[in-house]
Structures are given as C-alpha cells and as structure tokens.
C-alpha cells in the first residue's frame, strides 16, 4: 500500500492531467447535451489532448471513458446517446486517466442550468463531507476517523451516507487495498501512513440509504428514487498531513 517517491510523483503527474479533464467539462455547455456526448468528448480530450489512457474504459468490461450518474443514479450509471442532460438536472461524472503506468481517479457533481435549492443543498453537503474526510487524513489517523467525519457531517445536515460502495486505494491497478467506508467510529480500522494513496468519494441520499441496481447490471440508484450526489479525489498521506492529487484549480487554498 505504500508508494515510493517517485511513484508518487508519477502519481501526482496524473492526478494534474485528471484536473485539467474536469477543467474542459467545466467549459462545456452541458444543458441539451446527451450524456454519450460528454463521453465521447471526455476521450477524445484525454487521448488526443493529453496523450492518455481513460483507465475506466474495458474495466470489469466497461464500455465507456466515464460514469454519469444523474439525478436519482448513486454511481456507475452508463453513458446514453438518449440520456440528455436536462435544465434542473445534477449529474455526477466520474472519470479516471492513467499516465505512465499510474492511475488517477476523481469526481464532481454538476449543476445543469437552475436547479432547486434542494439539490443544490445536497451537491454542496456532498462535498463539504468529502473534504471533512480528506482533512482527517495525516500519518496515525485511522480510516475511521475518515469514515466518521463524513457521515457525521451528512447526518448533521439531514441526509444518509451509502454504505455499499466505498474509496479505495489506488496506483498501478484502478482498485488497491484499502478499503475506504464512508462512515466509522473515531479511532478504529487501519492506521495510516505516509505514502498511502487512495481515494475518498462519498455518495450521500437525500432519503433513505438503501439503494439497488439497475437492469443495465451498472446504474446504482435510490430505492426511494430521490436524488444522490458524489464528489471524489485521490489522496496521498504525506510526512504531516495530506496532498490531494487531484485537486482542480478553483480548489486551490481549500
């Protein structure tokens, strides 16, 4: 589980070209767009422009560069041609690159045009539950002071934390050990140490927890079918703290 520093280093190169990825999706209008669009050009964008591989694309037999999870969909939900990108709408795409052998992986939920308060309360408790993990990270916390911080800000805030699908590490291969939960008890579960690297990618419900999947085999949705939101980074634990690798440029200073 830990990286030399030269892996590392080969590792935060990656997670920089995965920053510039979401960047260009930023500067897309995705309003009207259907999500095979945002697909297609996300792979041309990381093959042509950045001379990379969209590591999701053939894993586990996975047809596509990415995940677009909107609305209802908690994770993994498969890229449409029909699937369009409505006003109202937030979406979650979920993207990973692999450069040099070493692998990247990050998401963001995105607003589509004007969407509720609701909604938008949720996208923004996402990700304030995704840096209250990733500021717990330092050698000698414990993945359950991760876990803690997370679901503790989401139930402080009304909403429930998934439970079936967690962070994990990550580096030459897409899944690693370890096994990152969302939720945990202060203290407990593996101590960390400087050179681990792995991500944190929260998935929050404005309802209940439970959720179930699709016919599709991949789109994970809400049982209750009210909205989730995700955000994700990967993260280095460093001699006294923690680096996020894929930290995009409007972060900067968080």
Same mark, same amino acid.
């Given at each position: 589980m830990i990286k030399r520093p030269e892996e590392l280093a080969l590792m935060a190169a990656s997670g920089k070209l995965l920053a510039r990825v979401f960047a260009y999706v930023d500067s897309l209008s995705l309003m009207g767009m259907s999500t095979l669009q945002v697909n297609d050009l996300v792979e041309r964008f990381i093959t042509q422009e950045l001379q990379a591989r969209p590591a999701s694309k053939g894993q586990y037999g996975f047809a596509y560069v990415l995940n677009s999870s909107r609305n209802q969909v908690?994770?993994?939900? %498969?890229?449409?041609?029909? @699937?369009?990108?409505?006003? /109202? =709408? &937030? %979406?979650? *795409?979920? &993207?990973?690159? @692999?450069?040099?052998?070493?692998?990247?992986?990050?998401?963001?939920?995105? $607003?589509?045009?004007?969407? !509720?308060?609701?909604?938008?309360?949720?996208? +923004? %408790?996402?990700? @304030?539950?995704?840096? +209250?993990?990733i500021r717990t990270v330092k050698p000698g916390a414990t993945l359950g002071? &991760? !876990?803690?911080?997370? #679901?503790?800000?989401?139930?402080?805030?009304?909403?429930?934390?998934?439970? @079936?699908?967690?962070?994990?590490?990550? !580096?030459?291969?897409?899944? #690693?050990?370890? +096994? %990152?939960?969302? *939720? /945990?008890?202060?203290?407990?579960? $593996?101590? $960390?140490? #400087? /050179?681990?690297?792995?991500?944190?990618?929260?998935?929050?419900? +404005? !309802?209940?927890?439970?959720?179930?999947?699709?016919?599709?085999?991949?789109?994970?949705?809400?049982? =209750?079918?009210?909205?989730?939101?995700q955000f994700e980074h990967t993260v280095a634990v460093t001699r006294d703290g923690v680096e996020v690798l894929t930290l995009r440029a409007e972060e900067q200073g968080l």
């Open positions: 908690v994770c993994h939900g %498969v890229p449409s041609a029909t @699937e369009t990108l409505h006003d /109202g =709408d &937030i %979406v979650n *795409f979920d &993207i990973t690159l @692999e450069k040099n052998g070493f692998i990247a992986d990050s998401s963001k939920t995105y $607003l589509i045009g004007d969407v !509720g308060p609701a909604a938008k309360r949720l996208v +923004q %408790v996402t990700y @304030e539950a995704m840096w +209250q993990g002071d &991760i !876990g803690h911080a997370i #679901e503790r800000h989401a139930k402080q805030n009304g909403y429930t934390v998934v439970r @079936e699908y967690c962070g994990h590490g990550i !580096g030459r291969k897409m899944h #690693e050990a370890p +096994q %990152v939960l969302h *939720f /945990g008890k202060p203290g407990r579960g $593996l101590v $960390l140490e #400087e /050179g681990m690297v792995f991500t944190i990618e929260p998935m929050l419900n +404005q !309802g209940k927890a439970g959720v179930e999947t699709l016919a599709d085999g991949w789109s994970v949705v809400t049982c =209750d079918g009210r909205l989730s939101a």
